[in-house]
C-alpha cells in the first residue's frame, strides 16, 4: 500500500495526504456552486430592488412652478 521510500509512520503520512486530496475535489467543488449561487441571489435581488426603487413614486413632490406675467 505503501511506496518502498515510506515506511512505519511516514507511510501513514502518506495515507492520509492521498484521502485527503481525493476528498478535497468534490468540496471544493460543492462550495464553488454555493458560491455561484449566492452570487446569482445577490443580482437577482439588486436587480428587483433596483426595478421597485425606480417604479416608486418620489417621496418629496416638486413644487408647482410659478409662472410670471
Known sequence: ???ESFSG???EHDVIK???LENMEPMIGVIFG???VLVFL???LYCFAYKRCTRSTP???PAPSENSV
Do not use: G
Request: aromatic share 12%.
Open 42 to 44: 445577490a443580482i437577482l
Open 1 to 3: 500500500n505503501c511506496k
Open 59 to 61: 417621496l418629496i413632490k
Open 18 to 20: 492521498t484521502y485527503m
Open 9 to 11: 509512520i511516514r507511510c
Open 34 to 36: 454555493a458560491f455561484m
